[in-house]
């Protein structure tokens, strides 16, 4: 028994040297020492000498000290001693290569891709050592070889990377479909290697040529494999009446579930797509028979309703009270109808006495809080800031690091801002710039930043107290005091750094109240004072917007879509401004 110990404690001695010399020898490769690293590959070699990582190692170190004869000795030796191993046909290739001996590398290589007609077992090694040398065409034959000699074998995933790298999007397209056609275990890796190359441009080559792939597959092996892709292409590109008709194949073909409806509207409906996200949504209450996902249908149309400004509002949301109740399964209907009364009807009074009642028969923490953040909302709106932090605060003590306690944060966050508590608010902000919800950190981020690029230094006035008051008004809804105020800083901070975010927001709420030809103005202003700053692709896709969609005048908004296109290449609006360019040109978009 004492003797199997001592073994045992021997080879995992042994092992823990190997693992530390392997460790040593990979820092001396990776910082030049390659002389240094090739003593320690030779003697982990010397006692493995079946290990091919460390064999194409010290072969590397040979090459990069010149010492081409050590390696071709080496690899002469070791194919002499067993010729079945023809992946080193390749490691001696590549000698020849580095010494521009091109034909003697070709016949070599030749010699490996040969060597897999009589035995396979080493084609997997062969292709990978194939494109470790970028031999990117040896290494697709390698892998072609194997598995068409051994139908078992499946390499249509190393095949689809390494056309990935050669640029020939076609061929790789292909390797993937056919990876999913032999097994959908693959959809997840296939998809999410897939969208390394499809872009949201629906012209963009690559994802035409997926496209036309998954057609082309669809047509002669239908699969339902074939549509969910699609479907996921189109939800990429926006183009979500495309998805929503792929998703209304597969249900008509298997009438289960309803949850890639919501994605797809979800999606729609945070893109501002908001006809294709009440046509996902108006399909579920059409096929559904549970009134939990109608519910939930039914809070999205309303969302809708309200961004789009219909007139209809109060009657649907009348009629959903009437259809549903008011309870527990209705809440988040009651909070986004308080919400409308106060934000869009100004009954804030109304919206409060709904919320509260709620509570009463509120049967989670998760829904008290949603009613609280609505409430401190409300209560901000009112100007009863104190008690608003109240209820913020609570929810982050009862919630904490969930999504709903990162909201309330950000509302202490920019509650503080309004009340010009500017370091209380950074604080909370500091925390938020690392939230797990994206949309929570960028807005968290936008606002730290609006702090800190304009906080007064040794006292003196920077505007940004009069800036945050402007930003509370316009919460408000008090539109016209908001672009009064702003005026103010525009006249007494003038060339100060809040220049131009006043001239910004204050062109915004221009827009709002439909004063397009002021918006302009500042616009204008922007570019001619603060042609460098960060404001100033935003100000360019605005421009375009509002000559688009507002004063029909597509000739002006082309030419502002074009400065961001030429311009701005890492704008955040390019793509956007790209298609809606083409759109006016008169391209198929």
Same mark, same amino acid.
């Given at each position: 028994?004492?003797?199997?110990?001592?073994?045992?404690?021997l080879?995992?001695t042994?092992?823990?040297?190997?693992q530390n010399?392997?460790l040593?020898g990979?820092?001396?490769y990776?910082?030049?020492?390659?002389e240094?690293?090739?003593?320690?590959?030779?003697?982990?070699?010397?006692?493995?000498?079946?290990?091919?990582? /460390?064999?194409?190692?010290?072969?590397?170190?040979?090459?990069?000290?010149?010492q081409?004869?050590?390696?071709?000795?080496l690899?002469?030796?070791?194919?002499?001693?067993?010729?079945k191993?023809?992946?080193l046909?390749v490691?001696?290739?590549?000698?020849y290569?580095r010494?521009?001996q091109?034909?003697?590398?070709?016949?070599?290589?030749q010699?490996?891709?040969?060597?897999?007609?009589?035995?396979?077992? /080493?084609?997997?090694?062969?292709?990978?050592?194939?494109?470790? !040398?970028?031999?990117?065409?040896?290494a697709?034959?390698?892998?072609?070889?194997?598995?068409?000699?051994?139908?078992?074998?499946?390499y249509?995933?190393?095949?689809?990377?390494?056309?990935?790298e050669?640029?020939d999007?076609?061929?790789?397209?292909?390797?993937?479909?056919?990876?999913?056609?032999?097994?959908?275990?693959?959809?997840?890796?296939?998809?999410r290697?897939?969208?390394?190359?499809?872009?949201?441009d629906?012209e963009?080559?690559?994802?035409?040529?997926?496209?036309?792939?998954?057609?082309?597959?669809?047509a002669?092996?239908?699969?339902?494999?074939?549509?969910?892709?699609?479907?996921?292409?189109f939800?990429?590109?926006?183009?979500?009446?495309?998805?929503l008709v792929?998703?209304?194949?597969? !249900?008509?073909?298997?009438?289960?579930?309803?949850?890639?409806?919501f994605?797809?509207?979800?999606?729609?409906?945070?893109?501002?797509n908001?006809?294709?996200?009440e046509?996902?949504f108006?399909?579920?209450i059409e096929?559904s028979?549970?009134?939990?996902?109608?519910i939930?249908?039914?809070?999205?149309?309303?969302?809708?309703?309200?961004?789009?400004?219909?007139?209809?509002?109060?009657?649907?949301?009348?009629?959903?009270?009437h259809?549903?109740?008011?309870?527990?399964?209705?809440?988040?209907?009651?909070?986004?109808?308080?919400?409308?009364?106060?934000?869009?009807?100004?009954?804030?009074?109304?919206?409060?006495q709904?919320?509260?009642?709620?509570?009463t028969?509120?049967?989670?923490k998760f829904?008290?809080?949603?009613?609280?953040?609505?409430?401190?909302?409300?209560?901000?709106f009112?100007?009863?800031?104190?008690?608003?932090?109240?209820?913020?605060?609570?929810?982050?003590?009862?919630?904490?690091n969930?999504?709903?306690?990162q909201q309330?944060?950000?509302?202490?966050?920019?509650?503080?801002?309004?009340?010009?508590?500017?370091?209380?608010?950074?604080?909370?902000?500091k925390?938020?710039?690392?939230s797990?919800?994206?949309l929570?950190?960028?807005d968290?981020?936008?606002?730290?930043?609006?702090?800190?690029?304009?906080?007064?230094?040794?006292?003196?006035p920077?505007?940004?107290?009069?800036?945050?008051?402007?930003?509370l008004l316009?919460?408000q809804?008090k539109?016209q005091?908001?672009?009064d105020?702003?005026?103010?800083?525009?006249?007494k901070?003038?060339g100060?750094?809040i220049?131009?975010?006043?001239?910004?927001?204050?062109?915004?709420?221009?827009?709002?109240i439909?004063?397009?030809?002021?918006?302009?103005?500042n616009?204008?202003?922007i570019?001619?004072?603060?042609?460098?700053?960060?404001?100033i692709?935003d100000v360019?896709?605005?421009?375009?917007?509002?000559?688009?969609n507002?004063l029909n005048?597509?000739?002006?908004a082309?030419?502002?879509?074009?400065?961001i296109?030429?311009?701005?290449s890492?704008?955040?609006?390019?793509?956007?401004?790209?298609?809606?360019y083409?759109?006016?040109?008169?391209?198929k978009?």
């Amino acid at each position: 028994m004492k003797k199997i110990f001592l073994l045992i404690f021997l080879t995992i001695t042994s092992i823990s040297f190997s693992q530390n010399d392997y460790l040593l020898g990979e820092s001396y490769y990776r910082e030049g020492a390659y002389e240094k690293a090739a003593q320690v590959f030779k003697k982990l070699y010397s006692k493995s000498p079946f290990n091919t990582s /460390y064999l194409g190692r010290l072969i590397s170190c040979y090459q990069e000290t010149n010492q081409f004869l050590e390696a071709e000795k080496l690899l002469k030796s070791k194919i002499n001693q067993n010729s079945k191993q023809g992946f080193l046909y390749v490691y001696l290739g590549y000698n020849y290569e580095r010494q521009q001996q091109k034909e003697l590398a070709k016949s070599n290589y030749q010699l490996a891709l040969n060597s897999l007609d009589k035995n396979a077992s /080493y084609g997997g090694i062969t292709g990978r050592i194939f494109k470790e !040398y970028n031999l990117l065409d040896n290494a697709i034959l390698a892998y072609q070889k194997i598995m068409a000699k051994n139908k078992n074998a499946n390499y249509s995933f190393q095949i689809a990377q390494i056309y990935g790298e050669k640029g020939d999007f076609k061929k790789m397209f292909e390797s993937y479909i056919n990876l999913v056609d032999k097994s959908e275990n693959y959809f997840n890796l296939v998809q999410r290697y897939a969208s390394k190359y499809i872009t949201d441009d629906s012209e963009n080559e690559a994802n035409n040529l997926f496209r036309k792939t998954l057609l082309r597959k669809s047509a002669s092996n239908p699969k339902d494999v074939w549509n969910v892709l699609l479907s996921w292409l189109f939800t990429q590109q926006k183009d979500y009446e495309k998805a929503l008709v792929q998703e209304k194949a597969l !249900y008509q073909r298997n009438p289960t579930d309803l949850g890639s409806f919501f994605r797809i509207g979800r999606i729609a409906f945070e893109n501002k797509n908001y006809s294709s996200a009440e046509n996902c949504f108006n399909y579920i209450i059409e096929k559904s028979t549970l009134n939990e996902e109608k519910i939930e249908a039914y809070l999205y149309i309303s969302k809708i309703y309200i961004a789009t400004k219909n007139p209809e509002t109060e009657t649907l949301f009348q009629s959903l009270f009437h259809q549903f109740g008011k309870n527990p399964s209705t809440i988040k209907l009651q909070v986004e109808y308080a919400d409308f009364l106060t934000f869009q009807e100004n009954k804030p009074k109304l919206a409060k006495q709904i919320l509260e009642h709620a509570l009463t028969f509120s049967q989670s923490k998760f829904n008290e809080a949603r009613i609280k953040l609505k409430l401190g909302d409300i209560l901000v709106f009112t100007g009863k800031y104190n008690k608003a932090l109240i209820y913020f605060s609570q929810i982050q003590s009862k919630l904490k690091n969930h999504e709903l306690a990162q909201q309330a944060r950000f509302k202490v966050a920019q509650t503080s801002y309004f009340k010009s508590d500017f370091t209380w608010a950074k604080a909370q902000l500091k925390v938020l710039k690392g939230s797990t919800t994206q949309l929570i950190a960028n807005d968290a981020l936008e606002l730290f930043l609006i702090i800190t690029d304009n906080e007064p230094v040794d006292s003196i006035p920077s505007g940004l107290k009069e800036y945050s008051k402007a930003e509370l008004l316009a919460f408000q809804n008090k539109t016209q005091q908001a672009i009064d105020t702003l005026h103010v800083i525009n006249k007494k901070f003038k060339g100060q750094p809040i220049e131009d975010e006043a001239l910004f927001k204050q062109a915004k709420l221009f827009i709002k109240i439909n004063q397009f030809e002021a918006a302009i103005a500042n616009f204008e202003k922007i570019i001619s004072l603060f042609s460098d700053g960060i404001l100033i692709d935003d100000v360019y896709y605005e421009m375009a917007e509002l000559y688009n969609n507002q004063l029909n005048n597509p000739e002006k908004a082309s030419e502002y879509y074009q400065k961001i296109i030429f311009d701005y290449s890492s704008s955040i609006y390019l793509v956007d401004a790209r298609k809606k360019y083409r759109k006016i040109r008169g391209d198929k978009v």
